[in-house]
């Protein structure tokens, strides 16, 4: 349930308001050099208000939730006189600002488009609902710790590979002069917004790739959708190819390496690597908890009532998934490789 690979492997453990979150890797080759410092421009991207200024991971846009988490990289396995050794890799995240008490009226009015109905569903009322508990984004954070040391393993085997997720769309707008707007509308409506992100991964050799089920696409698309919030996946010309002819949408090969003339299969050919750029983008839907009032069930008075989320949370959950994206396509091509 928690476990992602066949050679690069990964599992998440813990909770939102827990006392930690963390991430298990196995697979990882030994004398791959790795710090703590290594982790810290990629988890800063998924920060609150991320570091970037270009927009491409929240950097100037308002709209991310104000709980600010230390987020400092405790390795209690898998790490010895700053190499690998091996062994799986075990990394521990504290959690310090909670506020559990945001969530409490949850349990019995849970939230529409949330976890929350499902999961007291599926475990009985046993789980954790404080912040969302193992449904959270929090847990997004042990995604990202996984691709950093995907990334590496990569830089290891293939240093031409580069990987870059950036925004493309909010709220509909693909200008990103418009992000702020948007979002601050939507805010002043105390409502939220989704997003669209592109995800480009460069200098990927031809022939990585698993067909049937292990495709590039398969494995790929089976850790974005892990992500919270994604509701859809497309690579190359994706849903707009399917508008076109194939005199429009094939891509010409030029030259005996397979080099091809367009990329509308985003680098993807029958489930392979063609040597060409990866292309997928990413749906993010609207962030569900707003404090704008729906009329929605709540489980204690047997109705139909209003119901306002407080709290914190991000107007728009897109803002911070770049990097998460980023990650889980390093993880999908580390475990390939």
Known sequence: MNRFGH?????????????????????????????????????ARRRGGGTSSDGSDGGGLTGTTPRREADVPEMVSGVYEGHTTGAPLAIVFRNCDVRSGDYTIFADHPRPSHADLVARQKFGGHNDPRGGGHFSGRLTLCLVTAGVVAKKVLASRYSEIEIAAEIVEIGGGRD????????????????????????????????????????VESVAAHLLFSIPGVKGVEFGSGFAGAASRGSQNNDPIIDAQGTTATNNSGGVVGGITNGGEIVVRVAVKPTASIARPQRTFNLATWRVEPLSVGGRHDACIALRAAVVVEACMAIALADLV
Not at 21 to 40: C, M, R, T
Not at 182 to 205: L, W
């Open 176 to 215: 990103n002069t418009e992000f702020n707007s948007i979002i601050a509308a939507a805010m002043a409506d105390t409502d939220s917004v989704g997003g669209v992100i592109e995800c480009r991964a460069a200098g990927v050799p031809a022939g990585l790739g698993e067909p049937f089920f292990d495709s």
């Open 7 to 43: 050679n690069f492997r990964v599992s998440l453990f813990g909770e939102s308001h827990g006392e930690a979150v963390g991430v298990i890797v196995d697979g990882v080759a030994p004398g791959i050099e790795l710090s703590a410092a290594d982790f810290e421009v990629d988890l």
